[in-house]
């Protein structure tokens, strides 16, 4: 089927080569009076109004954009979901004083996580998720990175997996599976024990059984060390996976430039990025994904020098990190406002952090992250055609209507066809 979207202010956010960084990373000023031809789930067309009409009459399904913005959707590259409960207790003991280290240490944090989801059924497990990606998709996220790392167990870790895919099948977005087997260390079992689990038998039963896309670890004070991280990172590499890295989160420990030795996908965090690995990763192909939900939430001081990153010629992505003890925050719109508010991106480059640079973080640059001919239809039409009413007014919904494989599925009766 084919269908137009006219009078838009588009904003492609195209790029010839991904992922845009440096001054190429603000988003390009956008087409006014534009339009796409979708036809099925492909973008075949963008351009202005006159000409897209002129090229392609005699198309039914018109949709008008009333000068609105059309801007490809969003591409959520680190969440922390599938998981089972909320943790806004820890909340309560963070307001009062308490570090994440030392809820960590008192069985909270990431064990306690784990706890719930061990307690709770897949059919309850996927009920709450279905609910939650439901809640994204009205927000505009189309496509989602969901990770295991709450298992804590050879068992429970394919399990966060199974339920992955089976996710996968219930939701509207794409998901990117991949496995943070290297999240935490389960208090039952020694630290050694479980890395040699980790490499042995549930990193080759995952891949087996085909439930990753790509490999995460966190190097962190109380997670992993770089060393201990490394060779399920190599090992992921060579069978061609994507590898990501939490680092520099909460202190440092070798995590950047461990990363960079072995050229991951991205780095995510970076809130205590050296001046050294800064213009290393500036100059490299990784992208580093800045999670300023996180920053704000845990209240911190310190954050990732994302300008430095961007004005040294980096590449930056932005994402929720959608978890339940230290981002609670689903809504990329929000997202956006708080690396504008907190990590002064323009709201341009937040654009672009959260479509191309995001689906390249998740290696889907050539299929989604644009509005260019060839890509996957997934369209977000605002309630605005300005793009700085997304930072501007924090915590609005600006998202009038989203389109995920060329189907309307959030504002059916929003906007009227012509």
Not at 373 to 396: F, N, S
């Amino acid at each position: 089927m084919r269908q137009l979207i006219i009078h838009g202010t588009i904003f492609p956010v195209k790029t010839s080569r991904a992922p845009r960084r440096g001054q190429a990373l603000p988003a390009e000023p956008p087409i006014r009076d534009g339009a796409l031809m979708i036809e099925d789930d492909i973008i075949q067309a963008v351009g202005p109004t006159k000409d897209i009409v002129a090229q392609y009459p005699g198309v039914h399904a018109v949709w008008d954009a009333k000068g609105r913005a059309v801007i490809p959707g969003f591409v959520d590259c680190h969440t922390h979901l599938p998981f089972a409960a909320w943790r806004a207790d820890e909340y309560r003991l963070r307001l009062a004083g308490k570090r994440y280290e030392e809820i960590a240490h008192a069985r909270g944090g990431i064990v306690r996580s784990s706890r719930q989801l061990r307690q709770t059924s897949d059919d309850q497990v996927t009920s709450f998720v279905r609910a939650l990606a439901g809640e994204m998709l009205t927000t505009g996220t189309t496509t989602m990175e969901m990770k295991s790392g709450y298992g804590l167990s050879v068992r429970d870790e394919l399990r966060q997996l199974r339920l992955i895919q089976t996710l996968r099948k219930q939701v509207k977005q794409r998901i990117v599976s991949t496995g943070l087997f290297l999240h935490a260390p389960p208090p039952e079992t020694s630290r050694s024990l479980w890395i040699d689990q980790v490499m042995h038998e549930l990193w080759p039963a995952a891949y087996d059984e085909g439930l990753l896309d790509a490999v995460d670890a966190f190097v962190e004070e109380g997670a992993f060390t770089a060393s201990e991280a490394q060779p399920l990172l190599v090992e992921a590499a060579q069978r061609q996976l994507l590898t990501r890295l939490h680092a520099d989160q909460l202190s440092r420990m070798g995590g950047t430039k461990m990363g960079l030795d072995l050229a991951v996908r991205g780095l995510d965090h970076l809130d205590y990025l050296a001046a050294e690995d800064l213009e290393r990763l500036a100059s490299s192909g990784t992208v580093a994904v800045l999670l300023p939900a996180a920053t704000y939430s845990m209240k911190q001081t310190v954050r990732p020098p994302a300008r430095e990153i961007i004005d040294a010629g980096g590449a930056v992505a932005i994402a929720t990190d959608f978890n339940p003890g230290t981002a609670p925050i689903s809504s990329i719109p929000l997202t956006m406002s708080l690396a504008v508010h907190l990590f002064d991106l323009t709201p341009e480059e937040a654009l672009s952090a959260v479509t191309i640079n995001a689906a390249y973080v998740l290696g889907l640059d050539q299929q989604i992250g644009s509005l260019e001919v060839g890509k996957q239809a997934d369209v977000l039409i605002l309630d605005t055609d300005e793009l700085a009413m997304i930072p501007y007014r924090a915590g609005h919904n600006p998202v009038a209507r989203v389109m995920v494989r060329g189907q309307w599925v959030v504002g059916e009766k929003g906007l009227g066809g012509v």
